[in-house]
T-cell receptor
Framework: SQQGEEDPQALSIQEGENATMNCSYK?????LQWYRQNSGRGLVHLIL?????REKHSGRLRVTLDTSKKSSSLLITASRAADTASYFC???????????FGEGTQLTVNP | KAGVTQTPRYLIKTRGQQVTLSCSPI?????VSWYQQTPGQGLQFLFE???????NKGNFPGRFSGRQFSNSRSEMNVSTLELGDSALYLC??????????????FGPGTRLTVT
């Protein structure tokens, strides 16, 4: 199974700024999901976007999916210190049987 | 609804011992997946259970095993512990269907340290 590749590996911004994280993959997918993990804790599901969807919103989060470029992006607007966490993309390949997680992007939001 | 619970939260074992970790999924969820997370390897899939049957398995040695009970609670066992087994073990539950078709709900994890 393939995994998504997140970019950048680490991102440091100031409170109030927007944060953008990207995830690229190689084969066709059923869906792509974004999760957040605070240090040493469990993952929290953020958004699931299916292959026939292009954009989804949830509060300050916006996820886009471009299946022609095989990439997705997660945008966090008006970031807060509490957004400091690792963000993972996970994808379910069309022919796959389970989710595979990428290496994650470490986001630091400085107050 | 109560979230996914995992016990114990922290565990220290010595090499050669065995360990059993427990996971209680969200009520109504029948799929339980286990992951190992380490700084070097990231989040690695161990196995998934659905209706008491192992439905998926990752690339881990046979020392890693699991089971699921009729109430969907799941346990994983690691025998003959090695230093490299030190990790955060995460359990996740989801509703029916193919694993990954819907969102997964994670527990807080069990931090295992092998000395």
């Amino acid at each position: 199974s393939q995994q998504g590749e997140e970019d950048p590996q680490a991102l440091s911004i100031q409170e109030g700024e927007n944060a953008t994280m990207n995830c690229s993959y190689k084969t066709s997918i059923n869906n792509l999901q974004w999760y957040r993990q605070n240090s040493g804790r469990g993952l929290v599901h953020l958004i699931l976007i299916r292959s026939n969807e292009r954009e989804k919103h949830s509060g300050r989060l916006r996820v886009t999916l471009d299946t022609s470029k095989k990439s997705s992006s997660l945008l966090i607007t008006a970031s807060r210190a509490a957004d400091t966490a690792s963000y993972f993309c996970a994808l379910l390949e069309t022919s796959g049987s389970r989710l595979t997680f990428g290496e994650g992007t470490q986001l630091t939001v400085n107050p | 609804k109560a979230g996914v619970t995992q016990t114990p939260r922290y565990l220290i074992k010595t090499r050669g011992q065995q360990v059993t970790l427990s996971c209680s999924p969200i009520s109504g969820h029948r799929s339980v997946s286990w992951y190992q997370q380490t700084p070097g390897q990231g989040l690695q899939f161990l196995f998934e259970y659905f209706s008491e049957t192992q439905r998926n398995k990752g690339n881990f040695p046979g020392r890693f095993s699991g089971r699921q009970f009729s109430n969907s609670r799941s346990e994983m066992n690691v025998s003959t512990l090695e230093l490299g087994d030190s990790a955060l073990y995460l359990c996740a539950s989801s509703l029916t269907g193919r694993q990954g078709e819907s969102e997964q709900y994670f527990g807080p994890g069990t931090r295992l340290t092998v000395t």
